[in-house]
Nanobody
């Protein structure tokens, strides 16, 4: 059973940066995918970014491309999301998700992930 725990959220002003972390308590495999999703009040959960553990291949939502960077530390079984130039529309609860059987074409689909963290709040004021 894999458990993931997010940390690093907070309240910042527009243009500032935050780094989120997601630590896994279970072993991650080369074909595991770890991803970030976010959910704003009254909106559906949306894909933010994902990384394949072994190859380090990454993919981003268009809304964050060029501002957010996903990375991982294999020794710590931890994934990061560096968020720069934050905007008020980035305000949401950010969730970490992982799965070892997901296929790459499904990584943007929240329903494809079996393991989720409890989320960390990111609030950006204008």
């Amino acid at each position: 059973q894999v458990q993931v725990v997010e940390s690093g959220g907070g309240l910042v002003q527009a243009g500032e940066s935050l780094r989120l972390s997601c630590a896994s308590s279970g072993r991650l495999f080369s074909n595991s995918v770890m991803a970030w999703f976010r959910q704003a009040p009254g909106k559906e959960r949306e894909f933010v970014a994902a990384i394949k553990w072994g190859s380090r291949n990454t993919v981003y939502a268009d809304s964050v491309k060029g501002r957010f960077t996903i990375s991982r530390d294999g020794a710590k079984d931890t994934m990061y999301l560096q968020m720069n130039n934050l905007k008020p529309e980035d305000t949401a609860v950010y969730y970490c998700a992982t799965d070892s059987t997901i296929i790459w074409s499904s990584i943007r689909n929240a329903n494809a992930y079996d393991y989720w963290g409890q989320g960390t709040q990111v609030s950006v004021s204008s």
